[in-house]
């Protein structure tokens, strides 16, 4: 059975920093993509980043390069994020994916190839 679990969501103050985990089990990292979504209110979730089963190649979206870092730890069978200097329009539902796909280069941002997620976990950021 595939399980994703995030955690780590918290208040934070604007500027400050987090990181987020997520924890898989029925894979192993190293041979599926995980990714990071986050939704807003009234918006659509969105890609924000990603990490190959390889581990060679990573995807972030704009408006976080330069402040969010994607790793794994094989081990623990965990994905990280870590945020920095967090913004205000950052505060979102943060989800991690899963992509259940041959191609272990594979790394994107579109919600329909990923096959399983997580809860979700809050992040507020507060000005």
């Known amino acids: 059975q595939v399980q994703l679990v995030e955690s780590g969501g918290r208040l934070v103050q604007s500027g400050g920093s987090l990181r987020l985990s997520c924890a898989v089990s029925?894979?192993?990292?190293?041979?599926?993509?995980v990714g990071w979504f986050r939704q807003a209110p009234g918006k659509e979730r969105e890609g924000v980043s990603c990490?190959?089963?390889?581990?060679?190649?990573?995807y972030y979206a704009d408006s976080v390069k330069g402040r969010f870092t994607i790793s794994r730890d094989i081990a623990k069978n965990t994905v990280y994020l870590q945020l920095n200097n967090l913004k205000p329009e950052d505060t979102a539902v943060y989800y991690c994916?899963?992509?259940?796909?041959?191609?272990?280069?594979?790394?994107?941002?579109?919600?329909?190839?990923?096959?399983?997620w997580g809860q979700g976990t809050q992040v507020t950021v507060s000005s």
């Open positions: 994916a899963l992509a259940d796909l041959q191609d272990r280069t594979y790394c994107g941002s579109s919600r329909s190839d990923y096959d399983y």
């Open positions: 990490l190959s089963g390889t581990g060679g190649k990573t």
């Open positions: 029925g894979f192993t990292l190293d041979y599926q993509a």
